[in-house]
């Protein structure tokens, strides 16, 4: 989950851009900080390993000063993690309320 915070929140949110953070904001963190609220009790040991190489290579592009190869290699995470974590909310759709974060808890209309 550290890894996630790093790439997503502390790295992604920091660029110039204003428009490109609100979109992120309201978008893309909601379904990721959920999703991997509950990662460790529903996602698979190779969904994690994909996931941790990803982030990990994203970061090592980083550090070597190769920002449009990391760039990429975030556009594809993104794109390969789409299908995961839209399984991974539905499975928590049937979760029991007390297993899940509040802020995933439907609440009584």
Avoid: W
């Avoid at 110039?16 to 698979?44: C, E, M, W, Y």
């Avoid at 941790?52 to 995470?77: C, N, P, S, V």
């Amino acid at each position: 989950e550290r890894l996630e915070h790093d790439l997503h929140v502390d790295i992604l949110l920091r660029c110039d851009n204003a428009q490109l953070r609100d979109t992120i904001r309201r978008s893309q963190l909601p379904t990721i900080i959920a999703a991997h609220s509950t990662f460790k009790n529903v996602q698979g040991a190779n969904e994690i390993a994909a996931m941790l190489d990803e982030h990990l290579t994203i970061f090592d592009q980083l550090i070597a000063g190769r920002r449009e190869a990391a760039m990429q290699t975030l556009e594809a995470h993104l794109r390969r993690s789409m299908e995961p974590n839209v399984a991974l909310l539905e499975k928590l759709r049937f979760a029991e309320p007390s297993n899940l974060p509040p802020y995933l808890v439907p609440t009584p209309r």
